[in-house]
């Protein structure tokens, strides 16, 4: 039977079990739109390319296949670009479909021609162009093996119109294998020798693939349980903080910006380092300052090492789910080694995560806040973030229950948290979504949240409003004290406006209103299933809490 290809496409994005797509229309990929039309396969229609993507990467962090995005031409392309930058960075699988100009007007500046390996070839795994009509499977296939394979990342894919209406009597192929390596025995006994010979070793876990569900029953589960008998803590690179269950005893907090001041010393002071699902990259080693020395074990997916700096003394070819189900003995890997250093680490995480109220001369208190978001939202909620001040509080004081509970960009791309939030409640529709952003963050991509409407998605969406880029702010007063420039802005009243998309707004001014607020609003998702907004009003002059005051002192090698 004869089909066309851009209906080959959507079949063959069944075939892998794709759930939704996330696309902006285009004139230029009509007939996968109408292949869309009879496919069990949801067509979630984003407002904004940006939105689109970062719901696709959402989508592919919840659930571990590719997130599918649709655009179209140059003026779609551009749009999504930032996308395919976090999912480039981020490590996530991710597969943008781009209708293009016909292939007959090639090279003629025709209407929204642009360069496609031009604009991507250096911030995907793979560009491909679907020239041939019978190749729509295979080329679908290609992509999906290629975003997930080695070190996961975003492939673009080219799909001409006219090529796209071509009919073909090729069918769908069967999905390729994703190769999971896994460590060998040798490499585990290795490994095993050096944990039992180390007195501080502290494990780093970060990136995706740690399973699901929430609890047991997942690889970051399974590490956990393995880390306490070892006496190894577990520490997590910025962002990619969900793998284990921080009420685990090993759970030691998350390195990065405004980690812990305790945590930064015992990475520098830990004497082995093992970095599961990430590298000491930049951000965790504070500007490659810290944990440099260690004896190193890094394991990841695929054995280019590329964002690893620095030593690495023992290298495993393994994806987190492998690695963990390999993992040697934990009583052999305890060797002699008490408690004692995971203790201490878990200890003054839990000081770290303890909110202390701030007391701003005006406005919400944001620590308070959050310590009460803590306590009200259900434990296996997930939370999305884009980036900004705003961000911190959340990082700090909002624990996550284990695998899948956390969406955030790790490339530091604002504009992530409404959108991701938005696919994340469509993910799993029985469990609270909620959006951590600043107003800076919130409005570029908050027009999403009609998706949430149109879609019957009932993300919570805390917004941290302070009317500047506070963030930028606090880096020009580092630099040009007393001259902020640039960082200013005006904000509509949040609460109402959610008002008018249909869902429930709150808007806060005062610290006392908040714990209502909060209730009134988790009515709203969970009862109503509306969307709802809480607009915390805070001081301007509000600067993130301190990285060393709740865990100073509370063990050898502590900061005062
Ligand atoms: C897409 C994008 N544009 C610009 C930046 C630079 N940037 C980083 S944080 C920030 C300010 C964020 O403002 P807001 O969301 O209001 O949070 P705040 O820092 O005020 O808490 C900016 C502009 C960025 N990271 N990403």
Redesign the pocket.
């Known amino acids: 039977m004869s089909t066309s290809a851009g209906h080959l496409v959507v079949r063959q994005l069944e075939a892998h079990g794709v759930q939704r797509v996330y696309s902006l229309p285009g004139e230029s990929f009509l007939d996968v739109l109408d292949g869309l039309h009879d496919s069990p396969i949801t067509t979630v229609v984003a407002r904004h390319e940006g939105g689109a993507g970062f719901m696709a990467l959402a989508e592919a962090r919840l659930t571990g296949v590719p997130g599918i995005a649709m655009v179209t031409r140059g003026p779609g392309a551009a749009n999504a670009m ?1 996308s395919v930058h976090t999912a480039w960075q981020d490590a996530t699988p991710l597969v943008l479909f781009v209708g293009l100009i016909p292939v007959a007007d090639r090279g003629r500046d025709s209407f929204q021609e642009f360069s496609l390996d031009g604009w991507f070839g250096t911030t995907a795994k793979r560009v491909i162009v679907l020239d041939d009509e019978h190749r729509a499977a295979e080329v679908v296939a290609e992509a999906m093996h290629a975003a997930s394979s080695g070190r996961p990342g975003p492939v673009v894919v080219g799909l001409p119109e006219d090529v796209l209406v071509r009919m073909t009597g090729s069918g769908p192929v069967p999905p390729r294998p994703v190769p999971a390596p896994e460590p060998g025995p040798a490499a585990v006994e290795e490994l095993s020798r050096r944990l039992a010979a180390a007195e501080r070793p502290l494990l780093v876990a970060g990136g995706d693939g740690w399973g699901e569900p929430v609890g047991t029953g997942s690889a970051g589960a399974a590490l956990a349980a393995w880390a306490e008998a070892a006496h190894v803590p577990v520490a997590a690179d910025w962002r990619g903080y969900d793998a284990i269950p921080h009420t685990s005893p090993a759970w030691a907090g998350y390195l990065g910006y405004y980690r812990s001041d305790a945590l930064a010393n015992r990475m520098a002071e830990a004497d082995l380092l093992v970095f599961v699902g990430c590298g000491r990259s930049d951000v965790p080693s504070d500007g490659y300052t810290r944990g440099l020395d260690a004896d190193t074990v890094v394991v990841l997916p695929d054995p280019n090492a590329a964002t690893h700096a620095g030593r690495i003394d023992q290298q495993l070819v393994a994806t987190p789910a492998s690695f963990t189900a390999a993992l040697p003995d934990a009583g052999t890997a305890r060797g002699t080694r008490g408690p004692g250093w995971m203790d201490t680490l878990a200890l003054e995480q839990r000081r770290f995560a303890t909110p202390a109220a701030e007391h701003p001369a005006m406005g919400v208190d944001l620590s308070v806040a959050f310590g009460l978001l803590q306590e009200k939202l259900p434990v296996d909620r997930i939370v999305t973030y ?5 961000t911190l509080w959340g990082h700090r004081y909002l624990s996550h229950a284990g695998p899948g509970t956390l969406v955030g960009p790790r490339n ?4 992530v948290s409404v959108p991701a939030a938005v696919a994340a409640s469509l993910v799993h529709p029985d469990r609270v979504a909620v959006a951590v ?6 409005l ?1 991509n908050g027009q999403e949240l009609a998706v949430a409407i149109a879609h019957g998605a009932a993300p919570l969406v805390v917004v ?1 409003d ?1 009317g ?5 702010v606090q880096h020009q007063e580092r630099h040009y004290p007393g001259r902020p420039s640039g960082t200013a802005m005006a904000n509509p009243g949040f609460a109402a406006l959610i008002g008018t998309y249909g869902g429930h707004g709150e808007d806060v001014h005062d610290t006392a209103d908040v714990a209502a607020a909060i209730d009134r609003a988790l009515e709203a998702v969970t009862v109503r299933r509306v969307p709802a907004l809480l607009h915390l009003r805070i001081d301007p002059a509000t600067m993130p809490p301190s990285t060393a005051a709740a865990s100073a002192a509370t063990g050898p090698g502590a900061t005062a």
Request: aromatic share 8%; net charge negative; with cysteine.
């Open positions: 930032i884009g980036a900004g001040n705003a530091g791309a604002m504009g952003c600043g107003d800076g963050d919130f570029m941290v302070n500047v880029f506070a963030t930028i």
